[in-house]
Every structure is written in structure tokens, then in C-alpha cells.
């Protein structure tokens, strides 16, 4: 199998903070060739990381007692940089999560982020406490991190075996665009 | 009316700072040795797993 990755995706992600969604996490554990190229794109370069709850969320898809090892094995991996589990944290990226839902919620178009699930949510929510620019997340759903907040930095693209090709994005957190947002939401709700 | 006005945002700040490039004690190669072993042996079991005869539970 093939792995495309977009030019300078490496430069584009050197020094950064970089958060793994279950599904890109499900498909490197599954996938000894993406994730040998996976490594080879980040070693030495960004940390990869993966929240509790996306590790939650894979844990969930373990099939016996035995593959459950393996799965712990794999998350503790050395590539992987611990994330951090402080209480006050996580009522931060509690509080950023449920403004980006009523963000979602409010857009003018009325499909960003319609999907994004709760894990979504608070992974988006943990990035917004990054310094500008340091978090990205790679998710094969790029629709649940719209592009009203978030910039798309690049993409991998994995050529399956039925031929198929299956593409996982790198975005990063817009402040700006945030900020525009968010005023936009504000005055929405005042105005009722 | 929600209580949306005194919920704020935690960003983090807008300057971006400049993170160290990460150091890690095992080599690329040795990771990846040690994680393809751990990634086919899981496939092993999930195969073993799928077909291994499991009683039908009828309800």
C-alpha cells in the first residue's frame, strides 16, 4: 500500500503539538506501513499525542483481553508525548467546548461541525489552550473541525487495498477566525 | 437567556511560541521495529478472534 503526504506537511508541523483522532489512531495501530510512515514524519520533528478520551474512544474497540494489551502497549508507545490530565484543564477545554458547539450550532451555513461528536468537541476544545499555531489535530473527518476555526495545514492520503483512497487532514486552531466567531455568537445571543 | 456571557474562552496566547525539537531515547528504527510487532500480533489476534466458533446467543 501507498502513503501520499502532501509537501512540506513536515515543515508545516516541526515544533508543534500534534493531537491524533481515534480514527487516524485506529488506522496507524492497524497499519504497520502508515505508521512506519508516520514516524518517519514526525520523529525528531512534532509529539504526537492522544488525549485520554481519544484513547478512551480506541480502547473501546478492542476485541478480547489479549488485543487489549497490545492496544495499551501501542498508546504508550515512546512517540507518543503524555498529555496532560490536570483537573483544571479540563474544565477549561470543558468550557471552549461548549462554545464551540454553540458555535456549530449558530453558523451561517448551518453544517460546520454538525457532526462533531462530544470527543470532537473536547479535543477541539483542548487545542484552543495551545499558544497560537502550536496544536494540530489529524483526523480522517475534517468536517468535524470546520473550516470557520480551523486552517487545514495538510493531508495524508492512504491508497487502501480495494483501491480506494482514504484521506486524513492536518488543521490547526484559527484565533483569529475564532475571535471573529465568537463576537458573531455573542451578539447573537444578545440580541434576543 | 443563557448564561453564555460569563462563560469566556481559555485560549491559549496568540503569539505562537517556538517548542524545542523533541529528543526521544529509542532510535525511528527501533520504534517502529518494536511497534510493527506489536500492530501484526494484534492482527493475529483480531483474526483469531474473528474466527474463532462462538455460540449464537439467541434471545
Do not use: W
Not at chain 1, 512540506?8 to 510512515?37: A, G, R, V
Not at chain 1, 479535543?123 to 499555531?133: D, E, K
Request: aromatic share 10%; hydrophobic share 35%; glycine share 4%.
Amino acid at each position: 500500500m501507498t502513503t501520499i503526504i502532501s509537501p512540506d506537511l513536515q515543515k508545516h508541523i516541526t515544533s508543534k503539538y500534534l493531537f491524533l483522532d481515534s480514527d487516524f489512531l485506529n488506522e496507524i495501530y492497524k497499519d504497520e506501513d502508515l505508521f512506519s510512515q508516520f514516524t518517519s514524519l514526525v520523529y525528531g520533528f512534532s509529539y504526537p499525542m492522544i488525549d485520554p478520551l481519544i484513547e478512551f474512544e480506541f480502547s473501546r474497540s478492542v476485541t478480547s483481553p489479549k488485543e487489549a494489551v497490545k492496544m495499551d502497549k501501542f498508546v504508550k508507545s515512546e512517540i507518543f508525548t503524555p498529555v496532560s490530565r490536570n483537573q483544571e484543564i479540563f474544565v477549561k477545554i470543558q468550557d471552549n467546548a461548549f462554545i464551540l458547539s454553540k458555535i456549530y450550532a449558530l453558523h451561517s451555513n448551518g453544517d460546520a461541525g454538525k457532526h462533531a461528536s462530544l470527543v470532537d468537541l473536547f479535543l477541539a476544545g483542548r487545542l484552543m489552550t495551545y499558544s497560537s499555531g502550536v496544536a494540530c489535530v489529524i483526523t480522517g473527518n475534517t468536517r468535524d473541525y470546520p473550516g470557520c476555526i480551523f486552517d487545514v495545514l495538510g493531508v495524508i492520503t492512504k491508497y487502501q487495498k480495494d483501491s480506494r483512497l482514504q484521506s486524513f487532514g492536518i488543521l490547526t486552531l484559527n484565533q483569529d477566525k475564532f475571535r471573529d466567531e465568537y463576537q458573531r455568537l455573542e451578539k447573537a445571543l444578545n440580541s434576543n | 437567556m443563557t448564561n453564555f456571557p460569563n462563560l469566556k474562552p481559555y485560549l491559549g496566547r496568540k503569539t505562537s511560541i517556538k517548542l524545542p525539537k523533541p529528543v526521544m531515547k529509542k532510535s525511528k528504527a527501533q520504534i517502529i521495529k518494536e511497534m510493527t510487532e506489536i500492530i501484526v500480533s494484534a492482527r493475529k489476534i483480531r483474526e483469531e478472534y474473528a474466527s474463532s466458533a462462538r455460540p449464537n446467543i439467541v434471545v
